[in-house]
C-alpha cells in the first residue's frame, strides 16, 4: 500500500468502528447521542490537519473551511455520519483485505456468511484492490464514513501542499441523513457556498444528479364502534376498511418489489390500529412530478371508493411532500455537474449517470437553492453484513476531488 492508501484505509476503519447508528423513532437532533462521538473526532481532526472556522453545529453538522489558494467559486463537499437503521451496526470491526484474488472472502464473526464476485459482479473489477469489509456480524458503515475519509484525506492533502491551486472550500459532515434529516433549515445559510457535492454514491464513475421525486401519505380510518354482541346493523370495523383499501391499491404494478430503473411505486409501510380506528402510511416515490401525482391520485380514488361503500366511517388521505428530484434545479445549470464529468474523465474514469432510486442530502439542498450532484465513493452492497468497499477506489474518489477543484480553478 501507499502512504494515500494507508492513510484512506485507516481513516476508513477509525470512522467505521465508532456506532454511529441514526434512529427514526427518536424526536431528538441529531437523533441519536452516539454520533456526536464522531462528530468530536472530526472536529478534532479537521483542527489537527490546520482548517479553519472548524464548527460543531447545535444541529449536529460539523463545518470546516479550506482557505482559498487561488480565485474560483466556492465549492462545499458533504458527507453524512450516521449509518443506517435497517441493520446491525452495533460493534464493527472493520479488517482490511490486501490485495484481493478474484476468490471467495469469509468472515471470522459469522462462519455462514461469503462474499463472492457472483452476489457481488464488481469485486472482480477490484483485483489486486485491498478491501475493507465488517467482521460478519453489523454492516461496515463505508455509507458514509468512506466519503467522511475521501473528503478529509483530501483535506489534508491540500492544506499540506498551497501550490495546488483552488478557491474557498466548505466542508460539512450531516448527521441522519439515512431517516431524511440530514438538512436542517440552517445549512445553507452557514455552507455559504456557490455549489456542493456529496460524496455518497457507489461504484467508481458515478456522477448522480437525479434522485427520486417523494411524498408520504398517511390513511385514517374511523369506524363505528359498538359492543359486538349488540351491533348488528351498527358497527362500522376500520380493520375491515382498511383490508378493501389494501385489496383495491395496484398488486401487479407499482410495487418496489415489482420496480426497477425509472418506474416509482407507491409502498405501505405501516398499518396500525384496531376495529374502531386504523391508520395506513405509504411512501410515493417516482422520478417525475406527473408520475408522483398520479400515485397520489390512486390513493385517494381508492380511499373515495371505499368511503362510498360506507358513508357512515370517516376516510382522510393526508399527503405530504418529502424531496424532489434534484434535476429540476440541476438542469437550469448543469454547471457543478458538467465540472465533476469533467473531473472525472481528467482522471481517466468513464463518467456513468444513472437516477438514485432514493434521496440524499442533495436532494434537499438543491431544493433549498444549493445545487448539490452526488459523486461515487467506492462503497457497496451497502446497508447489510456484505458491505465493502475498495480502499483504491476511494483514492480515486480523493483524485476526482483533486481535478474537480483544479478546473473549478481554472475557469474564468
Ligand atoms: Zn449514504
Redesign the pocket.
Known sequence: MTTRTEDLAARLMRYCAIDTQSDADSPSQPSTAIQLTLARLLVQELESIGASDVTLTDYGTVLATIPATAEGPTIGFL??MDT?PQFNATGVKPRLIKGYNGGAITYPDNPTLTLTPDASPNLLKKLGHDIVTASGTTLLGA??KA?IAIILHTAATLLKDPTIPHGPIRLAFTPD??IGRGVDKRLPEDLKVDWAY?F?GGEAGEIEYETFSADGAEIRIEGVSIHPGWAKGKMVNAIHLAAKIIAALPQQTMLPELTDGRDGFIHATEMTGGSSAMTLRFILRDFEREGLEEKGRILRAVCDAVQATEPRATITCTITPQYRNMRYWLEKDMRPVELATQACRDIGLDPVSVPIRGG??GSRLTEMGVPCPNLFTG?QE?HGPLEWVSVQDMERASDLMLALLRRAAAQP
Request: proline residues 0%; charged residues 45%.
Open positions: 458527507a453524512h443506517a455509507d458514509d466519503g441523513e439515512e456529496t455518497d440524499t442530502d462503497m451497502i
